[in-house]
């Protein structure tokens, strides 16, 4: 295939005027999987993820960052302070001294200029490596599969012709577990801190002595020439870690933390000739143990658990080992979906950080990044359940785990809780329940996870209503409760009711806040009788289809019969109250007024229920849902991706909440939000415009932007959850990185409505949609078991339309593969036309 003839070929590639801005601060390295970041000067810290299991680690390209085990508020091992000046100054950084000389691989904290550096992050690990003065030091970090600790391989040469004598001295700061409290309750806290040393290890015990459990562990392979763990000691009570007292002066002194801020530093005096290096292996790990096995002597840990551990990873094989299971275990995830299209952007968005994005959304819900704290919330419902569309494939095994956890906190009345902690998996009342939405966000994630897997009897499962095992059911009921919810709780047209908020968080139209520091979402009468959202209506008739073909496929035909007449009134309901001539309307507010239509003074338009409405097929035959789209692109499109809604909310309005707070162009007041742009993508898919589907998914997918980094600021190899809108003075301007439904969605939108695999309950669709230049593309799949190497032939130059697919030389009668048997290859070609 000739990269000319690819999906390279459109608008939405050249949307740029080549060499405008050009301004990168790193590049690809798609045969590593890596992004390698070539100056700390980036416009914000760009950060990656280790670990995919229990313990985790955010880590920046400079070194900083934070680890915890399981809930990044409740079992926090090392110190982040959000929003610090300099930013971004805690993490694990290692300080390197040469003489008077003293600067971090990483640049951060020191700031000391370097002669090199460079940072590559890749899959679950992060390189950083400085060089100064003729000395080079490496670090390299990541989370071994299995275990509990973040591994760190610190390796210094001397590059210089003469012998070397320096020290080099790793530094944490250790958090007292409980981040919030950690962050707040110092009377206490200062108090409380305890550490043990044995040899080379320093052990952090705070409130070992009464509660807890678990202790943290900071360990090195070979014994330290000095150590401190009381900061004060290490950083002098007036010092900072851009210039420890202890670096810059004498060396560690041997502190011992009682109360204060426990850390761990130690420092290790190495001699080196011209050309010798040496390397020293770090790990801070989470030990946890029985009650009874707490303590080997009075107030003195137990520390059994934690010197196996240490024996893991004592040496050099040993961290290599680690290393490669590591990478075999991606090969193994990301070999689900690999697409080969010839355009280079588009592979490695595909078959690299969109699926690796997905992964991290998976673990982290929205918890915990640069952006969200990690104390504010858990996991949300409605947020997981939109995760698994983008992990399924990958992990089906834990998608069926997460969907039971998340059914668990779902009430009787089909009504949810709307986050849970991840550590308890109970959910907690935070912003209370009643966002209406989030029942038929468990809909959403069943039907994905039966569409994947055929593993109907998960439907079978009896599962808690919240989280109280008196009151199980199967999971089955509980997606019949979230279908009558909506179907029980309509408005005055006949439209869904939206209670607290719907997808929109912040369309707060029960909710009237006046006073500052009040929640949008929880002041107020929360629920009411009028306002409607016609997003859920879309939702309603998307989800609702998904339930009756479950129904159909479990034989509850009756049943589906039922729910098909409930759908087709909500419909009805959306092409006429829903309908504003153009577009669809977003809503009704508690007044009855139109939201998002044409007499509305602002917010005439929204993308959601654009985006939705049309996803669900409603105006497909009719010409609505044609309508609505040549609106978006009319209203809403702009060069960075389209806007949420237009115009922007310019002043509060009460009877709106949240969204009208919001400066024009931010957030979900006329911002680009991302997540919802795929839904775009698919809807003009639907439709058969491949072209423009193409355009708009290019637009916000970060392998497309990376010459606009300088503008963008944020992370070019993953998604930010909302990128700053044409009403915005920082128009092109990303928040939020890494934690957003983006993920998820524009993996959907991009395998299976523009490449065309999508997984049914019946087998795999081929049905692709792409702009008529791109004359063919294959994509290899891991589906129940076996593989399908797909290959797309577009010679006729189409948007859409199946001439004809074969699987292994056999011609089928649609376009569905049957699911061949688990450990089969098969041979297919799809011919458009
Ligand atoms: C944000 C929303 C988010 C909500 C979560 C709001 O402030 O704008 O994007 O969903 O908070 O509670
Ligand atoms: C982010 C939240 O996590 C998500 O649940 C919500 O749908 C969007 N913001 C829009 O408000």
Same mark, same amino acid.
């Given at each position: 295939?000739?990269?000319?003839?690819?999906?390279?070929?459109?608008?939405?590639?050249?949307?740029?005027?080549?060499?405008?801005?050009?301004?990168?601060?790193?590049?690809?390295?798609?045969?590593? /999987?890596?992004?390698?970041?070539?100056?700390?000067?980036?416009?914000?810290?760009?950060?990656?993820?280790?670990? #995919?299991?229990?313990?985790?680690?955010?880590?920046?390209?400079?070194?900083?960052?934070?680890?915890?085990?399981?809930?990044?508020?409740?079992?926090?091992?090392?110190?982040?302070?959000?929003?610090?000046?300099?930013?971004?100054?805690?993490?694990?950084?290692?300080?390197? *001294?040469?003489?008077?000389?003293?600067?971090?691989?990483?640049?951060?904290?020191?700031?000391?200029?370097?002669?090199?550096?460079?940072?590559?992050?890749?899959?679950?690990?992060?390189?950083?490596?400085?060089?100064?003065?003729?000395?080079?030091?490496?670090?390299? %970090?990541?989370?071994?599969?299995?275990?509990?600790?973040?591994?760190?391989?610190?390796?210094?040469?001397?590059?210089?012709?003469?012998?070397?004598?320096?020290?080099?001295?790793?530094?944490?700061?250790?958090?007292?577990?409980?981040?919030?409290?950690?962050?707040?309750?110092?009377?206490?806290?200062?108090?409380?801190?305890?550490?043990?040393?044995?040899?080379?290890?320093?052990?952090?015990?705070?409130?070992?002595?009464?509660?807890?459990?678990?202790?943290?562990?900071?360990?090195?392979?070979?014994?330290?020439?000095?150590?401190?763990?009381? /900061?004060?000691?290490?950083?002098?009570?007036?010092?900072?870690?851009?210039?420890?007292?202890?670096?810059?002066?004498?060396?560690?002194?041997?502190?011992?933390?009682?109360?204060?801020?426990?850390?761990?530093?130690?420092?290790?005096?190495?001699?080196?000739?011209?050309?010798?290096?040496?390397?020293?292996?770090?790990?801070?790990?989470?030990?946890?143990?029985? /009650?009874?096995?707490?303590?080997?002597?009075?107030?003195?840990?137990? *520390?059994?658990?934690?010197?196996?551990?240490?024996?893991?990873?004592?040496?050099?094989?040993?961290?290599?080992?680690?290393?490669?299971?590591?990478?075999?275990?991606?090969?193994?995830?990301?070999?689900?979906?690999?697409?080969?299209?010839?355009?280079?952007?588009?592979?490695?968005?595909?078959?690299?950080?969109?699926?690796?994005?997905?992964?991290?959304?998976?673990?982290?819900?929205?918890?915990? #990044?640069?952006?969200? @704290?990690?104390?504010?919330?858990?996991?949300?419902?409605?947020?997981?359940?939109?995760?698994? %569309?983008?992990?399924?494939?990958?992990?089906?095994?834990?998608?069926?785990?997460?969907?039971?956890?998340?059914?668990?906190?779902?009430?009787?009345?089909?009504?949810?809780?709307?986050?849970?902690?991840?550590?308890? *998996?109970?959910?907690?009342?935070?912003?209370?329940?009643?966002?209406?939405?989030?029942?038929?966000?468990?809909?959403?994630?069943?039907?994905?996870?039966?569409?994947?897997?055929?593993?109907?009897?998960?439907?079978?499962?009896?599962?808690?209503?919240?989280?109280?095992?008196?009151?199980?059911?199967? %999971?089955?009921?509980?997606?019949?409760?979230?279908?009558?919810?909506?179907?029980?709780?309509?408005?005055?047209?006949?439209?869904?009711?939206?209670?607290?908020?719907?997808?929109?968080?912040?369309?707060?139209?029960?909710?009237?806040?006046?006073?500052?520091?009040? #929640?949008?979402?929880?002041?107020?009468?929360?629920?009411?009788?009028?306002?409607?959202?016609?997003?859920?209506?879309?939702?309603?008739?998307?989800?609702?289809?998904?339930?009756?073909?479950?129904?159909?496929?479990?034989?509850?035909?009756?049943?589906?019969?039922?729910?098909? /007449?409930?759908?087709? @009134?909500?419909?009805?309901?959306?092409?006429?109250?829903?309908?504003?001539?153009?577009?669809?309307?977003?809503?009704?507010?508690?007044?009855?007024?139109?939201?998002?239509?044409?007499?509305?003074?602002?917010?005439?338009?929204?993308?959601?229920?654009?985006?939705?409405?049309?996803?669900?097929?409603?105006?497909?035959?009719?010409?609505?849902?044609?309508?609505?789209?040549?609106?978006?692109?009319?209203?809403?499109?702009?060069?960075?991706?389209?806007?949420?809604?237009?115009?922007?909310?310019?002043?509060?309005? %009460?009877?709106?909440?949240?969204?009208?707070?919001?400066?024009?162009?931010? *957030?979900?007041?006329?911002?680009?939000?991302?997540?919802?742009?795929?839904?775009?993508?698919?809807?003009?898919?639907?439709?058969?415009?491949?072209?423009?589907?193409?355009?708009?998914?290019?637009?916000?997918?970060?392998?497309?932007?990376?010459?606009?980094?300088?503008?963008?600021?944020?992370?070019?190899?993953?998604?930010?959850?909302?990128?700053?809108?044409?009403?915005?003075?920082?128009?092109?301007?990303?928040?939020?990185?890494?934690?957003?439904?983006?993920?998820?969605?524009?993996?959907?939108?991009?395998?299976?409505?523009?490449?065309?695999?999508?997984?049914?309950?019946?087998?795999?669709?081929?049905?692709?949609?792409?702009?008529?230049?791109?004359?063919?593309?294959?994509?290899?799949?891991?589906?129940?078991?076996?593989?399908?190497?797909?290959?797309?032939?577009?010679?006729?130059?189409?948007?859409?339309?199946?001439?004809?697919?074969?699987?292994?030389?056999?011609?089928?009668?649609?376009?569905?593969?049957?699911?061949?048997?688990?450990?089969?290859?098969?041979?297919?070609?799809?011919?458009?036309?």
């Amino acid at each position: 295939m000739e990269k000319s003839d690819t999906l390279r070929k459109t608008r939405c590639s050249q949307s740029f005027s080549e060499g405008e801005y050009a301004m990168q601060f790193g590049h690809f390295d798609d045969a590593r /999987r890596e992004y390698v970041v070539t100056t700390p000067r980036t416009p914000l810290p760009w950060i990656n993820y280790l670990g #995919s299991e229990s313990f985790f680690t955010l880590l920046s390209n400079t070194a900083g960052g934070y680890s915890f085990y399981r809930d990044a508020r409740l079992r926090r091992l090392t110190r982040y302070r959000y929003n610090n000046a300099p930013l971004d100054s805690e993490g694990f950084h290692i300080y390197v *001294k040469d003489g008077e000389s003293v600067w971090n691989p990483g640049w951060q904290p020191v700031q000391a200029e370097l002669d090199e550096y460079v940072c590559r992050h890749g899959l679950g690990y992060t390189v950083i490596e400085g060089k100064k003065g003729g000395v080079r030091a490496q670090q390299e %970090l990541f989370v071994p599969f299995g275990d509990n600790c973040l591994l760190m391989r610190v390796r210094v040469r001397n590059d210089s012709k003469e012998e070397k004598r320096i020290s080099i001295f790793p530094y944490v700061e250790f958090c007292l577990w409980d981040a919030m409290d950690d962050a707040s309750n110092f009377q206490r806290n200062y108090s409380t801190g305890e550490v043990e040393i044995d040899g080379a290890a320093i052990y952090h015990k705070t409130e070992y002595r009464e509660r807890r459990d678990h202790y943290a562990v900071f360990w090195a392979n070979r014994a330290p020439d000095g150590f401190d763990t009381a /900061r004060e000691a290490f950083l002098g009570v007036y010092g900072s870690p851009a210039r420890p007292e202890a670096v810059f002066g004498q060396g560690c002194t041997g502190s011992i933390a009682h109360g204060w801020q426990p850390v761990a530093a130690q420092q290790f005096d190495l001699t080196l000739a011209p050309g010798a290096s040496e390397t020293i292996l770090f790990g801070l790990g989470y030990i946890e143990n029985p /009650r009874e096995e707490k303590w080997e002597a009075p107030n003195v840990i137990n *520390k059994a658990r934690a010197r196996a551990m240490m024996a893991r990873y004592a040496a050099d094989a040993q961290f290599d080992d680690a290393l490669a299971a590591l990478s075999a275990h991606w090969d193994e995830l990301l070999g689900h979906y690999q697409a080969s299209t010839g355009d280079e952007k588009l592979d490695r968005m595909v078959n690299i950080w969109n699926q690796y994005q997905c992964m991290v959304t998976f673990n982290m819900s929205r918890s915990a #990044s640069y952006f969200e @704290s990690g104390m504010g919330r858990g996991m949300g419902f409605r947020d997981s359940c939109q995760d698994l %569309l983008g992990f399924v494939h990958i992990i089906p095994e834990r998608a069926r785990e997460r969907i039971l956890d998340i059914a668990a906190t779902q009430f009787p009345d089909g009504s949810a809780y709307h986050q849970y902690q991840p550590l308890t *998996k109970k959910g907690n009342l935070d912003v209370g329940s009643g966002f209406n939405d989030d029942p038929l966000w468990l809909i959403a994630g069943v039907d994905a996870y039966l569409r994947e897997t055929g593993d109907f009897a998960i439907l079978d499962e009896r599962v808690p209503f919240d989280n109280d095992e008196t009151l199980s059911q199967t %999971l089955l009921e509980h997606l019949r409760r979230s279908f009558r919810f909506t179907s029980k709780h309509l408005g005055p047209h006949g439209l869904p009711l939206i209670g607290r908020a719907d997808w929109n968080d912040c369309l707060n139209l029960n909710c009237f806040s006046e006073q500052s520091g009040e #929640s949008f979402q929880t002041t107020g009468p929360s629920e009411g009788p009028v306002a409607e959202s016609v997003f859920i209506a879309g939702m309603f008739v998307k989800y609702g289809r998904a339930w009756t073909d479950i129904l159909r496929h479990v034989g509850l035909v009756d049943e589906a019969r039922m729910a098909e /007449r409930a759908i087709a @009134s909500v419909e009805r309901a959306t092409l006429t109250a829903g309908w504003d001539g153009a577009w669809f309307r977003r809503a009704y507010d508690a007044s009855g007024n139109v939201v998002g239509g044409c007499e509305c003074e602002e917010g005439q338009i929204f993308i959601e229920p654009q985006g939705m409405c049309v996803m669900a097929g409603i105006g497909k035959d009719t010409g609505e849902a044609e309508k609505a789209l040549a609106s978006v692109k009319e209203r809403l499109d702009t060069k960075y991706g389209i806007v949420l809604l237009q115009p922007a909310y310019t002043r509060y309005r %009460l009877e709106l909440g949240e969204i009208t707070s919001y400066p024009p162009g931010y *957030k979900e007041n006329a911002g680009i939000f991302c997540h919802n742009n795929p839904w775009i993508v698919c809807a003009e898919a639907s439709l058969g415009h491949g072209a423009r589907a193409f355009e708009v998914y290019c637009r916000t997918a970060p392998a497309y932007i990376e010459d606009i980094s300088e503008i963008h600021r944020t992370e070019p190899y993953v998604y930010s959850q909302m990128i700053a809108g044409c009403d915005a003075p920082t128009f092109g301007e990303g928040k939020n990185s890494w934690l957003t439904g983006t993920a998820a969605w524009t993996f959907v939108s991009v395998s299976q409505a523009i490449l065309g695999v999508t997984p049914t309950l019946d087998g795999l669709k081929l049905d692709p949609c792409v702009p008529a230049s791109a004359k063919g593309f294959t994509v290899t799949r891991l589906y129940r078991g076996a593989t399908y190497h797909i290959t797309v032939d577009n010679s006729a130059g189409v948007e859409h339309g199946v001439k004809s697919v074969t699987a292994d030389g056999k011609t089928l009668s649609g376009n569905v593969l049957p699911p061949a048997a688990p450990g089969a290859a098969v041979d297919v070609r799809v011919v458009m036309g």
